[in-house]
């Protein structure tokens, strides 16, 4: 059972930036699709981003939710079992719990559905206000 932990949510002004970063457990990192998901007070968990496995014709390719696409950028280091996501010009409604998970099965590119993703971290929470 891989293990995966978040880190780097804080809080922070709109217009700032952060980093966060979610460590796996286990073997074979670079076989897995990774992917962020965020959930804010009363409302569902939510896609933000997910990156490809690290081979075949998509490698490391990424996808993003309309919502952060040209402010967030997702990226993975296998040699580290980490996977990050690097917010920018952060909005108030960017605030939310945001989680890390491992797709359910090698090989998936670019999965965007919970139902695809196995495993999940508990969250690190980023709220962005003044």
């Known amino acids: 059972q891989v293990q995966l932990v978040e880190s780097g949510g804080r809080l922070v002004q709109p217009g700032g930036s952060l980093r966060l970063s979610c460590a796996a457990s286990?073997?074979?990192?670079?076989?897995?699709?990774m992917g962020w998901f965020r959930q804010a007070p009363g409302k569902e968990r939510e896609f933000v981003t997910s990156?490809?496995?690290?081979?075949?014709?998509?490698?490391?390719?990424?996808y993003y939710a309309d919502s952060v696409k040209g402010r967030f950028t997702v990226s993975r280091d296998n040699a580290k079992n980490t996977v990050y996501l690097q917010m920018n010009n952060l909005k108030p409604e960017d605030t939310a719990v945001y989680f890390c998970?491992?797709?359910?099965?090698?090989?998936?590119?670019?999965?965007?559905?919970?139902?695809?993703?196995?495993?999940w971290g508990q969250g690190t929470q980023v709220t962005v206000s003044s």
């Open positions: 990156i490809s496995w690290s081979g075949g014709t998509s490698r490391d390719a990424a």
């Open positions: 998970a491992r797709a359910r099965t090698k090989y998936l590119i670019v999965p965007t559905e919970p139902a695809d993703f196995g495993s």
């Open positions: 286990g073997s074979a990192f670079n076989l897995y699709s």
